[in-house]
């Protein structure tokens, strides 16, 4: 075995392969100069220059090093990619390589628990979002008569419709179909709030809300998730001069997902559809207004699958979150700057993100055991509907973080992992700068990476480095959780602690296998060559022997070739303290 050190022109040594040789030369990445780190230090080392070594200081150091292509301009397709070391190392027991796996689309959805409960919510939402951004490609906000349709928020254009009154709507009745096709409502203004209009369908079935209860109701949009989404991301546009955000609760919505689809994929809470934004004179269609369409009451099955009061009050709260951020985000983004949506994987994260909130709001009235059936649970029971997405999909991407591109899916990927992901580093983002980070996203008129490095203030691959490092360094095991950087950790979310109580709770199923998902796998001499996406990260350990003053690490394509500079090929380090 040969001791590869930092002055060494190149390397040869013994792959585990029997009778196979590992030769690289030196190609520094930057930084060109041996990287010596304190324990809980971090680096970011840049290949984009044409490099493909780095040389890490040895004498028993251990290190965690996180590949990643920083970028949401590549070609999504999986990347050939080899991390090996300049010395043969011991492989330690670490599991089997998930890059083999793929992306998360309907492969991975196959690879999940058959039933979801909200597939078929987010089967919809995917094509809403695909159909209003081939809208705004097509100019339909920018045709004649779009002008009025602007943000108005004075006043005097304010029109309330008079309690009990009585309005035509058109509503989406095929959101599985090919095409798209309406029905004409009748529905009632039956409450009339400071920020919520809450119409109810003519035709709705017997059994749902009493008076009182539709009321409370009603005030529970208007006084407490409305104000969620709103100090959070801003006030929603006011292109009818009402005030307010219409919520339609209509049968239509109820027969949108055939009961068939209820028993395995779930059901749609409730949408929100862009061409609402589009004039009449481009769209006879839209309703020219800030709706959000949702289910309501039907115990006895009549429309679709059976809906109890139970039902709506569980899922549609966090559906109306996670769709009034959508409906701000597209109108701040191409009705009111006039450009195109934000990107899939950011709009999705900040809506799940808007969902979270939910949960927070109530974590903050209720900290510590209180208001919990059970207390050990980390959530009290008040939360538990807004929590669901961001504990489940972040999970699953943890288990995929080479395969679930954050930077690079899009709603038509009807996959969660990716989801998970677009939650955690929005989340990140937010515990770093602040929650006024999510404003400042949702206003443009910046788009992708570069609204992100823009609203953080930083170069977006490092930004990435220490999401990537986070993931893994915050609380760490048995050390303070101040033990890694300030930029390696979260605040709002203990990562570990959330994943290993969802492992705990959910009797070992398939799709919840590890109390960590995060794995590790070791680096050694062995070259073979592994896939990852560009937009996702890996994790691997080098473990330096103690009698080697260094050792390099070669990061390259196959055959040693250096990965295009586009790419924005790099390594996230973080040098892990003893007993990690």
């Known amino acids: 075995m040969l001791v590869a050190v930092a002055a060494t022109a190149c390397y040869k040594l013994e792959s585990t392969a029997p009778g196979a040789t590992l030769n690289f030369?030196?190609?520094?990445c930057t930084p060109a100069d041996t990287v010596r780190l304190a324990v809980a230090q971090t680096v970011r080392v840049d290949c984009s220059n044409g490099g493909t070594t780095v040389t890490f200081g040895g004498a028993g150091a251990s290190y965690l090093i996180v590949p990643e292509f920083a970028t949401d301009q590549a070609v999504f397709q999986f990347v050939d990619y080899a991390v090996d070391s300049?010395?043969?190392?011991?492989?330690?027991?670490?599991?089997?390589?998930?890059?083999?796996?793929?992306?998360?689309?309907?492969?991975?959805?196959?690879?999940?628990?058959?039933?979801?409960?909200?597939?078929?919510?987010?089967?919809a939402d995917g094509r809403l979002r695909a159909r209003g951004r081939q809208l705004a490609m097509s100019g339909a906000f920018r045709a004649s008569g779009v002008a009025g349709l602007r943000a108005v928020q004075g006043p005097a254009r304010v029109t309330v419709p008079a309690q009990g009154s009585v309005r035509s709507f058109q509503v989406l009745s095929n959101l599985f179909g090919t095409s798209n096709t309406w029905a004409t409502v009748a529905a009632q203004l039956a409450y009339v709030g400071s920020n919520i209009l809450l119409y109810v369908d003519t035709l709705a079935p017997a059994g749902g809300f009493t008076p009182t209860q539709l009321q409370s109701y009603g005030q529970y949009f208007d006084q407490t998730l409305f104000p969620i989404d709103t100090t959070a991301f801003g006030a929603p546009t006011d292109i009818d001069g009402n005030g307010h955000v219409i919520v339609l609760m209509s049968n239509v919505v109820n027969a949108d997902t055939p009961a068939s689809v209820c028993t395995t994929q779930g059901y749609v809470a409730g949408f929100f559809n862009e061409e609402d934004f589009t004039p009449a004179s481009v769209d006879p269609n839209s309703n020219q207004g800030e709706i959000f369409y949702t289910i309501l009451p039907d115990p006895a099955g009549q429309l679709s699958c059976a809906h109890s009061l139970a039902d709506l009050e569980s899922s549609v709260p966090p559906t109306f979150l996670?769709?009034?951020?959508?409906?701000?985000?597209?109108?701040?983004?191409?009705?009111?700057?006039?450009?195109?949506?934000?990107?899939?994987?950011?709009?999705?994260?900040?809506?799940?993100?808007?969902?979270?909130?939910?949960?927070?709001?109530?974590?903050?009235?209720?900290?510590?055991?209180?208001?919990?059936?059970?207390?050990?649970?980390?959530?009290?029971?008040?939360?538990?509907?807004?929590?669901?997405?961001?504990?489940?999909?972040?999970?699953?991407?943890?288990?995929?973080?080479?395969t679930a591109s954050i930077l690079l899916e899009n709603d038509a990927d009807q996959g969660f992992s990716w989801r998970g992901g677009a939650w955690l580093l929005v989340r990140w983002l937010a515990d770093q700068k602040g929650s006024g980070v999510l404003r400042q996203l949702e206003q443009g008129p910046d788009d992708g990476v570069a609204a992100l490095a823009q609203a953080m203030g930083e170069p977006f691959p490092q930004l990435f480095a220490d999401f990537g490092l986070a993931l893994y360094t915050d609380s760490l095991p048995g050390l303070a959780r101040t033990t890694a950087p300030v930029a390696n950790r979260f605040v709002t979310r203990n990562l570990r602690q959330m994943w290993a109580r969802l492992y705990a709770t959910s009797g070992g199923t398939t799709d919840i296998p590890l109390a960590m998902p995060l794995q590790i796998f070791s680096i050694t001499s062995d070259t073979t060559s592994y896939v990852i996406y560009p937009g996702t990260v890996t994790y691997l350990r080098l473990d330096t022997p103690t009698n080697a003053a260094a050792v390099s690490v070669q990061f390259a394509g196959p055959g040693g070739v250096a990965f295009p500079g586009g790419l924005q090929p790099q390594l996230a380090v973080f040098r892990l303290p003893p007993g990690q």
């Open 322 to 402: 996670h769709e009034l951020q959508h409906l701000i985000n597209f109108a701040q983004h191409v009705v009111v700057n006039g450009g195109q949506p934000l990107s899939s994987w950011l709009d999705e994260g900040m809506s799940i993100a808007a969902e979270e909130l939910g949960s927070i709001h109530y974590e903050q009235q209720c900290p510590g055991t209180a208001c919990r059936t059970n207390p050990t649970q980390l959530f009290p029971d008040s939360s538990q509907p807004f929590v669901q997405d961001f504990l489940y999909d972040s999970y699953q991407y943890a288990l995929l973080p080479d």
């Open 86 to 123: 300049g010395l043969a190392l011991a492989v330690s027991a670490s599991g089997v390589k998930a890059s083999a796996r793929v992306r998360g689309g309907a492969g991975l959805a196959a690879a999940l628990a058959p039933t979801r409960p909200t597939a078929a919510q987010r089967v």
């Open 25 to 28: 030369k030196s190609n520094p």
